[in-house]
């Protein structure tokens, strides 16, 4: 069985309470990893505007990339429009060397992008000396759920190679072992800060507890964040990662 049924996986399910937990989580995540001073951050988030806004909102200057590939929420990019740099592109070609402080890429955008390697190199490319990227990919512990859920117990055994999962919409994912997100980062000459579960407490967990006091969210994201699972592939859909460029 899939660790999330794969209907709630966009988080258009049922599964509303895991789903603002989970996205409470995240912006905590985001909140604490944003820098502390004025800075140029490239959102690669695929366009859909909660992060550059929450980045916007804190005092940075966010150039949001608009994937081509994804939808964007314009209601989000016009609210934080005198604050955000909105750029259509396909890859950073447009970016000098060296011209951003921070680089976002939530929304599993490493995943989508099949070629990670080569958009991590060309991350690594426009981060200054000392600047940071923020990563989220699909875990391995999603992709073997997927494709067990296909009876495609064959693939099941190719856990040391790229494992490419299709999806039921036609799109293909790139999943991850710890090992292998830190092979990419590494291998893009960037230095792992820390890398985690997004998540480690399941769907029913969460809905138990919100279920029975609404308003214990804030505790629930306090005692994710104080956890500390640290490159642990075995729980969880998504993986996160921080690093740094010497």
Request: aromatic share 6%; hydrophobic share 40%.
């Amino acid at each position: 069985m899939l660790p999330i049924p794969a209907e709630e996986l966009n988080g258009s399910g049922t599964l509303g309470p895991y789903w603002t937990f989970y996205r409470a989580v995240a912006a905590e995540q985001l909140n604490r990893w944003l820098p502390g001073q004025p800075s140029v951050i490239l959102d690669l988030s695929g366009g859909r505007g909660r992060w550059s806004g929450q980045a916007a909102r804190a005092g940075h200057k966010v150039i949001e990339v608009l994937d081509f590939r994804r939808t964007a929420e314009g209601q989000s990019r016009l609210r934080d429009a005198d604050r955000v740099r909105h750029v259509r592109a396909d890859d950073l070609a447009f970016l000098p060397d060296a011209s951003v402080d921070a680089v976002l890429a939530e929304e599993r955008a490493l995943s989508i992008e099949l070629m990670a390697e080569s958009a991590m190199n060309d991350v690594a490319r426009v981060l200054r000396p000392g600047g940071r990227a923020l990563v989220c990919v699909d875990s391995l512990v999603l992709g073997m759920a997927i494709l067990a859920e296909q009876g495609q117990w064959q693939h099941l055994r190719q856990t040391g190679e790229v494992m490419l999962v299709p999806w039921p919409d036609g799109s293909i994912t790139r999943c991850f072992s710890s090992g292998q997100l830190r092979e990419l980062l590494v291998g893009a000459g960037l230095e792992v800060e820390w890398m985690r579960p997004r998540t480690v407490l399941s769907p029913s967990t969460v809905d138990h507890v919100l279920g029975s006091d609404a308003r214990a969210l804030n505790y629930l994201v306090r005692t994710e964040l104080e956890a500390h699972p640290d490159d642990d592939d075995t729980v969880g859909i998504h993986l996160v990662a921080s690093c740094r460029k010497h």
